[in-house]
């Protein structure tokens, strides 16, 4: 039987719309919530382990995420529970600089499902990097929420950028599906 562990990145308060002050809101970011809130319920249910990873800046000097602030702390509708694991990174890639790899290997998960945010960065960086450790990877794509960017002039709103990122993963590292089929997976 393989061991999975469900990864949520990033769920924090700056990137809500809701949330005031946010220093990064993200368009879909509620949407993406509520899926990886089912996905977490399921998890739960299942006994599957679950892993939330918080993304900490260096330092004020940073655009958001500030250490010891609201805006930094995990979203109230994914918060863990006492025995869920809480991993705090300063990089977007989960594994660089933490412990979670060694966490995975002593656990002996070989599959996990990701979700959260942003999905052009972290996301992005740690679902790579998982897969080039050797992980299985499903990551659910209406479970992750995408910023509306800029580059030389040109301006791709988050619905692109959602789709420029999740179609390379999907082609060369990881299941790319909805979260209700992965909470189907999860409930086997």
Not at 18 to 36: H, I, R, V, Y
Not at 65 to 87: K, M, N, R, Y
């Amino acid at each position: 039987m393989t061991v999975s562990a469900l990864l949520l990145i990033d769920i924090q308060n700056d990137y809500f719309p809701s949330f005031t002050g946010a220093k990064m809101p993200l368009p879909n970011m509620d949407a993406a919530t509520a899926q990886a809130a089912g996905l977490l319920a399921a998890a739960r249910r299942s006994g599957t382990i679950v892993i939330h990873v918080k993304h900490v800046m260096a330092s004020n000097a940073a655009p958001f995420f500030h250490p010891d602030t609201p805006g930094a702390e995990l979203h109230a509708s994914v918060a863990p529970h006492s025995a869920e694991t809480v991993i705090e990174k300063t990089r977007p890639n989960s594994f660089v600089g933490t412990n979670l790899q060694d966490l995975l290997r002593e656990a002996r998960v070989e599959h996990l499902t990701i979700c959260g945010a942003m999905s052009q960065m972290c996301i992005d960086a740690t679902v790579r990097a998982a897969v080039d450790l050797g992980f299985k990877v499903t990551l659910a794509h209406d479970a992750c929420a995408a910023a509306t960017v800029e580059h030389n002039g040109v301006t791709a709103s988050s619905d692109m950028v959602q789709a420029a990122i999740m179609a390379p993963l999907a082609a060369s590292y990881a299941e790319v599906q909805r979260a209700s089929e992965c909470v189907a997976r999860l409930q086997e």
